[in-house]
């Protein structure tokens, strides 16, 4: 089945960039997106990336996608302390009845150290 | 705020009983989904409804259930629980059926958290 990767956690000092890497197996993915957890929060859409697309940049997020290798990253710019939370990589790709599946990652934490 | 609703924000109950969680979808939205987000699990896809009717199964215990109502509000039944059912139960919402070929993205509500003693 699909399968989604991430590393679990990473640690960055504020001001620094940090970039969360994900690997993904669904070939037929369509869509892959970057969610975010706060403690105590839901998940909040961040961005997302068409599969036909290589890099998004959206203020001081760029996502990369590198379609071949199935890897996708998030780099957060100038990373600040409300920047730490878990992100989740997602992707959509379609289950056997030709609807929309989405997978997500295990979420990697980040931790901002001011 | 996403415009997604959940009620309650906290539920502590013992083994053995039987809860509702309560979601109301972003207005417009037909399609909502069920996750289970645990320590040792991750996020997990339960069930998703479009516009009243099942679409999609994830690893759904026998013991829940769910339905979407005319209204597009839906609730997720958890029955004989277990202390293992302890989690954050996140619902979420999206314009359409979900059909791959466009972008059917999904918004997260705040999530109920469910403590079985």
């Known amino acids: 089945g699909e399968d989604v990767e991430q590393s679990l956690f990473l640690s960055v000092r504020e001001g620094d960039s940090s970039v969360i890497n994900c690997t993904y197996t669904d070939s037929s993915s369509t869509y892959l997106y970057w969610y975010k957890q706060e403690p105590g929060a839901g998940l909040q859409l961040l961005t997302y990336i068409f599969s036909n697309m290589d890099m998004k940049q959206d203020q001081r997020l760029t996502v990369l996608l590198n379609k071949k290798d199935k890897h996708l990253s998030l780099r957060i710019a100038d990373t600040q302390t409300g920047d730490s939370a878990i992100y989740f990589c997602?992707?959509?790709?379609?289950?056997?009845?030709?609807?929309?599946?989405?997978?997500f990652g295990t979420g990697t934490k980040l931790q901002v150290i001011p | 705020d996403s415009g997604v609703t959940q009620t309650p924000k906290h539920l502590i109950t013992a083994t053995g009983q039987r809860v509702t969680l309560r979601c109301s979808p972003r207005?417009?939205?037909?399609?909502v989904y069920w996750y289970q987000q645990s320590l040792d699990q991750g996020l997990q896809f339960l069930i998703q409804?479009?516009?009243?009717?099942?679409?999609a199964k994830g690893n759904i215990l026998e013991r829940f259930s769910a339905q979407q109502f005319p209204d597009l509000h839906s609730e997720l039944n958890l029955s004989s629980l277990e202390l293992g059912d302890s989690a954050l139960y996140f619902c979420?919402?999206?314009?359409?059926?979900?059909?791959?070929?466009?972008?059917?993205?999904?918004?997260f509500g705040p999530g109920t958290r469910l403590t079985v003693l």
């Open positions: 997602a992707e959509s790709g379609s289950n056997s009845g030709g609807y929309q599946k989405v997978t």
């Open positions: 409804y479009y516009n009243g009717e099942e679409r």
């Open positions: 207005s417009g939205d037909l399609s």
């Open positions: 979420a919402s999206s314009v359409g059926s979900g059909r791959a070929f466009y972008t059917d993205t999904q918004y």
